[in-house]
């Protein structure tokens, strides 16, 4: 498993938006500069971010990003999904049903336990972090 290249920069980019919240908004440049984030990439991931309720954007010449809500309630966790999809370490962990080998699979204890420490160490906050 490995974060991609977008999920690393809305992660980047979630973080800076924490460290200014309740500064004012934010213009989409300056966050892909400050953060070096290529623009093309900054403005796929902050239409998903939206779209999942992370953030806001304001439009017009005084417009710009904010956290759609305080930093002390989003966690890592929700910035990843937004971008990557529900994060599920293996296939046997999908919804049920989704794999046939699960009830003999020898493994599913252990990758089921792995996941939820992993889970649960992204349920940090963004305010934790800043």
């Known amino acids: 498993?490995?974060?991609?290249?977008?999920?690393?920069?809305?992660?980047?980019?979630?973080?800076?938006?924490a460290g200014q919240y309740g500064k004012g908004l934010i213009s989409a440049k300056e966050l892909a500069s400050c953060q070096d984030i290529p623009p093309v990439f900054l403005t796929k991931i902050l239409s998903?971010?939206?779209?999942?309720?992370?953030?806001?954007?304001?439009?017009?010449?005084?417009?710009?990003?904010?956290?759609?809500?305080?930093?002390?309630?989003?966690?890592?966790?929700?910035?990843?999904?937004?971008?990557e999809g529900p994060f599920k370490l293996n296939i046997c962990?999908?919804?049920?049903?989704?794999?046939?080998?699960?009830?003999?699979c020898k493994v599913h204890r252990v990758w089921h336990r792995a996941?939820?420490?992993?889970?649960k160490e992204l349920d940090v906050t963004l305010n934790e972090l800043v």
Do not use: F, W
């Open 1 to 17: 498993m490995r974060l991609t290249m977008q999920g690393e920069y809305a992660v980047r980019a979630m973080l800076e938006l």
């Open 48 to 83: 998903s971010l939206a779209k999942n309720g992370l953030i806001v954007s304001h439009r017009g010449s005084r417009g710009g990003i904010e956290l759609a809500k305080h930093p002390s309630s989003i966690t890592l966790r929700a910035v990843i999904e937004a971008i």
């Open 93 to 104: 962990l999908g919804e049920p049903g989704s794999y046939e080998r699960r009830p003999t």
């Open 115 to 119: 996941q939820d420490v992993l889970l």
